[in-house]
């Protein structure tokens, strides 16, 4: 078992920037794999962002290269989505989840409750 819980999550600007925090707990956090997923009213909740156990290895949805950045510091039991150049059609709850698998690319199996993104136009 593994607890998540994200932060950082609020009502920015267009253009803004906002950094998401997730805290895992329950299993030692260097062999969990971890990312972001965000869903938006009325939609399917779609992958963003995923992080190796190790960190070395990152992978992005199309829509975010450039704009966010996911890392991870494996001293602190913590993850982060830094998210720049925010735009409306970012909106949405974003979700950490966890991968206990040793897979190439985290997949979700635990997720946290989710933190709330707004951006206004």
């Known amino acids: 078992q593994v607890q998540l819980v994200e932060s950082g999550g609020g009502l920015v600007q267009s253009g803004g920037s906002l950094r998401l925090s997730c805290a895992a707990s329950?299993?030692?956090?260097?062999?969990?794999?971890l990312g972001w997923f965000r869903q938006a009213p009325g939609k399917e909740r779609e992958f963003v962002a995923s992080?190796?156990?190790?960190?070395?290895?990152?992978y992005y949805t199309d829509s975010v290269k450039g704009r966010f950045t996911i890392s991870r510091d494996n001293a602190k039991n913590m993850m982060y989505l830094q998210m720049n150049s925010l735009k409306p059609e970012d909106t949405a709850v974003y979700y950490c989840?966890?991968?206990?698998?040793?897979?190439?690319?985290?997949?979700?199996?635990?997720w946290g409750q989710g933190t709330q993104v707004t951006v206004s136009s």
């Open positions: 989840f966890a991968d206990l698998q040793v897979r190439q690319r985290p997949a979700p199996e635990y």
């Open positions: 992080i190796s156990r190790s960190g070395r290895s990152t």
């Open positions: 329950g299993r030692a956090f260097s062999t969990i794999g």
